[in-house]
């Protein structure tokens, strides 16, 4: 589903964000917004159908085909779009014209909404909802190596209980996963170093055979966009040095928070153009 040249101007006006190089992760998941796998042409759409984009698995909710006297696709987070013309086929598939850009979900929320409500970060959701740390997250323009549910399930349960009371130590932790800027992966080098915000130099590295680690953290999962950043998911929780030794807060038992989950046991020549922007 390409949007025409005017429909892309609309959404550039005031976002021209997206074609630069921290946005190209953005620009990726908008694009594929877009795109659904097989070649379905008109005649194989109907009223109500459900269809899944080509953005990575669990990101987004399916689009919805609207069969009448034309056809439009609504989504979670946009409004009716109007194909303006059909089964334009090409070589790999087929092209549908619409008059609307589909704007993703994850292009409307922020960090703090990706920790708090996505699978697989439960744990994060947990620690922000006994802290004041949620502006953190909120910040524009920031990039979290964030720990899974996995990471935190390795934490012996006694630390993990002690950070989810204590709301100076949980910041502290955060903030060592939060950088200033957005890095998507395609930015990130061996040996690259990246300060967090509270100053604290992370070394990125890259194996021979691509393994890419974060102060010593595998990186399992890139490139989780939202709307004032991106998160990255690490196999570890980053613990700074000496962040132990912070003292309790006086009220430990009445937030004591429980122990982490996940034991050890994400046609149209302005379409074309954001498409040369991310190579």
Known sequence: FAPTNAALAALLDGNEQFLTPPYQAHLAHLLRFH?????VYSDDLVDGMLVNTSTNEGTEEPIMI??????????ESFNLSTVIEADIAAE??????????FLPTALTESLLTIAESIEGFENIG?????????????????????????AFGNLDNAVFARVGANET???VILNNHVFDGIYPASSLYDGMVLPTIDGVDHTVEISENGTVTVAGAVVEQTDNVASNGIAHVIAEVLIPDGA?????????????TPPPTGSAGAVVSGLVAMVVALL
């Open 35 to 39: 795109a659904v796998a097989g070649s």
């Open 66 to 75: 609207n069969v009448g006297d034309g056809v439009t696709v609504m989504g």
């Open 92 to 101: 790999n598939g087929v092209v549908h014209v619409v008059d609307t850009v």
């Open 126 to 150: 947990r620690l922000l909802s006994v802290s004041n740390a949620e502006s953190i997250l909120q910040a524009e323009n920031r990039t979290i190596f964030a720990p899974g549910d996995t």
């Open 169 to 171: 130590l949980v910041e």
């Open 244 to 256: 132990l030794d912070v003292e309790d807060d006086d009220d430990d038992d009445e937030n004591e």
